[in-house]
């Protein structure tokens, strides 16, 4: 009997899958391929040689935090379109549609100014002597590949506001499609510029980079385009520019509930970069190592990543239609689906760790090295799992304070003190490290549990009745 209790609580029926799949696999595909090509990219890059790769996974690095800065800030704004969608809200969609350009723009000009005036000085923290390796071309290598690729924020952010408000609005398949011509368009320019072919110069990590930038053009072309000339089926664009202004008082509820999203991915984004830096103190090939193995960790992360990210639109519009039991039934079943997707894509990892590194043009060491901080992910990946389920089911009633407590505090208390410590006070091995490190979030997940189970996140934010259990 309790073991039937059990499964009913944790294991839907066949039309929750059909319905959770409908809604995870469009963001699968695309996530898939965004990582597909950031390995490839990766690998391409990789067969210049280490310092190249490394002055790229180097930039990268400092523009995840812009990127999860945008991500950040567009999900306040997100956890009221949702629920505005769930409502039947056509205009309060609009609305935080608004707000989102505001934010965006305002982000990628900071980010801009920031990382032209100080980004040689980001850069040479990550330069650190140890093995053979030229830390003065790894530093012209990343500063050629951060100029050109600050001209490829505008049309990303353009395409992470359309693409967060049409997920928000249960239209996937758009932004995958628009992101597998985009793949497309950087895989070939990629083997074009990288190496020059076509009669074009061979232009290294300045290629990777033009490759990047005139796919994410491309991507916002199709997006844009796409959506607003089919205004009858995403009806938010009606009247979307007759103004920008956005009603006070949604701005200070976007504000008061969004900023905490903000500052937790601008904090959790700086504390990887941070604890990134940590390992670089071992020398360049932990940088290269971590690149390798970080691009390839996030591959295999891709399907329970996209689950978790689903448990925000499809608990926050059944909250945003008052449908409390129906959102925890849900997110019980999403959090253990993404659970169970983690246990195999980490035996997996584990299975096929020891080939992706031998693809890089690189040293047995920088090989062995990620070969091995891959295997330590891997033990880690059904923690990682729930805590990034748990992180959105929070997140979708509306609880962000709670949600940066759970999440940014623990890692700037628990993860980067420890990483700092152990890297450059013992003579420990940098895969132990990380396995710390990565041990460190077991008090993370305790309080996770406890959080997900009282259920504070059951909250409509828009005002809806709710419904009877």
């Not at 990127?67 to 205009?91: D, V």
């Not at 600050?150 to 693409?163: D, K, R, S, T």
């Not at 992706?356 to 059904?382: E, G």
Request: glycine residues 8%; proline residues 3%.
């Amino acid at each position: 009997m309790e073991k039937r209790k059990f499964l009913r609580k944790f294991i839907g029926d066949k039309a929750f899958y059909a319905m959770v799949l409908s809604v995870v696999m469009p963001i699968i595909v695309q996530n898939g391929i965004t990582n597909f090509v950031s390995l490839l990219d990766n690998i391409m890059v990789g067969r210049v040689g280490t310092e190249p790769m490394s002055g790229v996974a180097i930039v990268n690095q400092l523009l995840m935090i812009y990127a999860l800065c945008i991500f950040g800030g567009l999900a306040g704004a997100g956890i009221f379109t949702a629920q505005f969608f769930g409502s039947g809200n056509e205009e309060g969609v609009r609305h935080t549609f608004r707000f989102k350009v505001w934010l965006g723009v305002g982000l990628t000009i900071a980010a801009t100014v920031i990382l032209l005036a100080f980004g040689r000085f980001f850069i040479g923290l990550y330069l650190s002597e140890g093995g053979e390796s030229d830390l003065e071309a790894t530093m012209e290598y990343g500063l050629a590949y951060l100029r050109i690729m600050l001209i490829g924020l505008p049309p990303f952010m353009m395409v992470q506001i359309y693409a967060s408000t049409l997920r928000e609005c249960s239209e996937t398949l758009l932004p995958m499609k628009a992101g597998i011509v985009a793949m497309l368009t950087n895989l070939v320019l990629n083997y074009i510029l990288i190496y020059g072919h076509l009669g074009f110069p061979a232009l290294g990590v300045e290629g990777a980079a033009w490759a990047t930038v005139v796919s994410r053009y491309v991507e916002a072309a199709i997006v844009l385009i796409y959506t607003h000339t089919h205004a009858r089926k995403h009806s938010f664009v009606k009247g979307l520019y007759r103004t920008l202004l956005v009603p006070r008082h949604l701005t200070l509820d976007i504000i008061v509930k969004g900023m905490p999203l903000l500052l937790n991915e601008a904090l959790w984004s700086s504390a990887q970069a941070i604890l990134n830096q940590c390992y670089s103190v071992r020398g360049l090939h932990a940088v290269a190592a971590m690149n390798i193995s970080g691009t390839i960790i996030n591959l295999f992360s891709v399907i329970f990543f996209s689950t978790g990210s689903a448990v925000s639109i499809v608990v926050g519009q059944q909250l945003g239609a008052g449908n409390m039991r129906k959102a925890r039934d849900t997110d019980n079943k999403m959090i253990a689906f993404s659970m169970a997707l983690a246990s195999v894509s980490a035996l997996l990892m584990l299975l096929t760790a020891p080939l992706f590194p031998r693809i890089y043009n690189t040293t047995d060491t920088v090989r062995d090295l990620a070969t091995s901080l891959m295997r330590v992910h891997a033990l880690f990946m059904i923690q990682i799992s729930f805590l990034n389920a748990a992180y959105f089911t929070l997140r979708s009633g509306g609880k962000t304070m709670i949600t940066f407590l759970f999440d940014s505090v623990s890692v700037w208390v628990i993860s980067i003190p420890l990483a700092f410590v152990l890297s450059r006070y013992t003579a420990i091995s940098v895969p132990w490290v990380y396995a710390l490190v990565q041990a460190g979030d077991i008090v993370k997940c305790a309080l996770g549990v406890y959080l997900v189970y009282r259920g504070k996140w059951l909250n409509n934010i828009t005002g809806v009745s709710p419904v009877e259990e």
